[in-house]
C-alpha cells in the first residue's frame, strides 16, 4: 500500500528551464494538494483539486500550474523555474473534509 | 497575516516528561483541528485530530486539546521519548469552506535521554 508517492525526490533546475512534479494516490482520495515548505513558514498551499475536474489556487500559486490527470493522478508544473521556487513540494491527498491528509515524502527542489 | 501561530519554534524536554505544544488561532469558523508530526526528509504524518464539538481527544500517549474561547489548540505528549524528537505542526480546517488545511509553522520537539 503505496500511499501518496511523488516524483521525483530531488531535482535541479536552472533558472527558465521548466518541469512537472507527479503524485499519485492510491487511496481513492477525492481532493488532492499540492505544498510547499520553506525554512520558517510552514506549509504554504500552492494549488488544489478539490475533485476530479476541478482545480483552484491556494495562497501561493504563482508561477504553477496544475493537473488533475484522473482520481489518482495530481502534477505541478513549473513552466520557468526561478530562485525563489527553491523549497521542498509536499503532495497530499484526503478523503473528505473532516478527515486527515496524507502526504507524500516530498520533492526537494533547487534552482540556481 | 497568520491565522495560525505556534509562538515557540522550538522546545526541549526531558525523557519521561511531559511535552505541551501550543497552537493558537484567530477565526472562530475553524471547525477541525490536526496535529502532525514531521521527520526530516520525510513528509508530514497524521499524528491526531478533533472536532470543534469536542474539547479533548485522547490515543495513547497523545491528547489534543481544545480551547474554543480562548481559540487555543495543545498537543500533549506523556511520556516523553526520544522518538518523538520532530516538528510538529497544528493545522486548522475551516468549516463550510473547501476544507483546505492551514498550517502553523511548526515547533521542533527535542527530548533528551
Known amino acids: 500500500n503505496a500511499g501518496v508517492t511523488q516524483t521525483p525526490k530531488f531535482q535541479v533546475l536552472k533558472t527558465g528551464q521548466s518541469m512537472t512534479l507527479q503524485c499519485a494516490q492510491d487511496?481513492?482520495?477525492?481532493?488532492m494538494y499540492w505544498y510547499r515548505q520553506d525554512p520558517g513558514m510552514g506549509l504554504r498551499l500552492i494549488y488544489y483539486s478539490a475533485s476530479e475536474g476541478t482545480t483552484d489556487k491556494g495562497e501561493v500559486p504563482n508561477g504553477y500550474n496544475v493537473s488533475r490527470l484522473n482520481k489518482r493522478e495530481f502534477s505541478l508544473r513549473l513552466e520557468s523555474a526561478a530562485p525563489s521556487q527553491t523549497s521542498v513540494y509536499f503532495c497530499?491527498?484526503?478523503?473528505?473534509?473532516?478527515?486527515?491528509?496524507?502526504f507524500g515524502q516530498g520533492t526537494r527542489l533547487t534552482v540556481v | 497575516d497568520q491565522q495560525v501561530k505556534q509562538n515557540s519554534p522550538s522546545l526541549s524536554v526531558q525523557e519521561g516528561r511531559i511535552s505541551i505544544l501550543n497552537c493558537d488561532y484567530t477565526?472562530?469558523?475553524?471547525?477541525?483541528f490536526l496535529w502532525y508530526k514531521k521527520y526530516p526528509a520525510e513528509g508530514p504524518t497524521f499524528l491526531i485530530s478533533i472536532s470543534s464539538i469536542k474539547d479533548k481527544n485522547e490515543d495513547g500517549r497523545f491528547t489534543v486539546f481544545l480551547n474554543k474561547s480562548a481559540k487555543h489548540l495543545s498537543l500533549h505528549i506523556v511520556p516523553s521519548q526520544p522518538g518523538d524528537s520532530a516538528v510538529y505542526f497544528c493545522a486548522v480546517k475551516r468549516g463550510g469552506s473547501q476544507g483546505n488545511l492551514i498550517f502553523g509553522k511548526g515547533t521542533k520537539l527535542s527530548v533528551k535521554p
Open positions: 477565526n472562530s469558523m475553524f471547525d477541525y
Open positions: 487511496m481513492n482520495h477525492n481532493s
Open positions: 497530499a491527498s484526503r478523503y473528505s473534509l473532516n478527515t486527515e491528509a496524507f
